[in-house]
């Protein structure tokens, strides 16, 4: 890339030259198309189901009418108009350390352990920037979020490792698949290739398969990040986003009850500088565009030093003092809570059972805004490209648009995304409508 670079005739760097070509998502373009054109029942009928795109529209309503009402009743501050702590509002980060306490984390969090950033994104970019050098290793359980490898790449240039427990989705069973001989010997395989593994990276729930890691397995993968010197950093993004798996409909996909239980709750006994937690706002609480992320850390150098470079990434004032009106409210974020778990186990159960009248293969989700599916049995060869052509068919065909598989690191291909808390449930019982048909036929 770098002669490429320089026989180049260009206004920008080196690194602005490669970001000219390197597009953020291979289904964004499409996705916008889509959003353009989106179903209604009355208006467009013949509309699209953006179901690609990682966003809770379930719950916006009862947002919407707690922040308006908040912006009519409430005076706005002064300090939202000045500069304040780079690592979030401290008025704000009192808030948040008492929200996670109560729900989320449930053991006792400090505010002065926490960096607040313009969303999980800038909050990933960051702790990269801080805790590995360039060409440094940060490994992810595969299937993983596909946009890790910018966010750790385009600008602290560490490198993505997609460490492969499984090839057919129906062997994990119960909870991720990772196993501490995984890690052995990844590490061993890195060494072998002069690499260092510097982070280990978990999404709990997991983004895409839905698993919940049990609190037991994360405290062992704790003790052997502690002794290798590895940094584990766990992504709790979905930490509040957890189905109903005693649900009548669905229990039977699950062998063990599992109650989501935050990492935090490690780090608070182990008081490590190699651990820390992510959390945002934006999938919980269905507000992704105020761009509010943050790291939770017992290292004093990793805040301190947070602090002095996050400047760039910090979140709106005005945002945080939204949030932080919409947190303190106990009542509001319990009923909530509970709300939309309710919503999101009603909208799940309706794509797993199109899934198994279609015979599709699924992981059981037990958590996050995703159902993770292998349609390998209808590419018409195994390759990248026949994955590619179904997922065009489909939304062509459908309106549907699914995230494609690309990107996630699994060695399979035929395996997408569902997102389905992105429209509301009478639409996408439409949606998957109108894909069994797509799919029936596809068998006759
Ligand atoms: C696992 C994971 N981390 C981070 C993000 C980015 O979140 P934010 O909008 O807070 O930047 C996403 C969004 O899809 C995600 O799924």
Redesign the pocket.
Known sequence: MLLNFFSMKTTLSSRGFTAINAMLRPDFEIFFEAIQNLYDKEENPNGTFPLNV?ENKLMWAVMKEKIESITKNKEIPDWVSNYTSALGSPSFRVVLAHFMTKHLTKCPMDPHKMGVSA????V?EMTSLLLGEKGDVVVFPAPC?P??RQDIGNKSELERYDLVTHHNLETIVDEPNLSIEDLDQTLKKLQSQNKRFRMLVL?NPD?PTGGLYSIQKIEKIANWCILHGIHLIV?E?YGLSIIDTKHSEIAADYKTDRPFISFATVMHEKQSDFLHL?Y?L??DFGV?GF?I?LVYSHNEDFIKAYNNYNAPNMASNYAQWIMEEVLKDDTFVKSYIKENQKLLTESYILVVKSLKKLDIPYVPSRGSLFVWADFSKYLVENTQAAENAFWMKIYKNTGILLTPGEGFGHTKFGQFRVVYPSVCIDDLAVALGRLEVELLNECI
């Open positions: 990682a969303g999980a994104t800038a990933i979020y946009v890790y999404t983004n992504n993004i992510w945002s934006s999938k992704s761009r992320g």
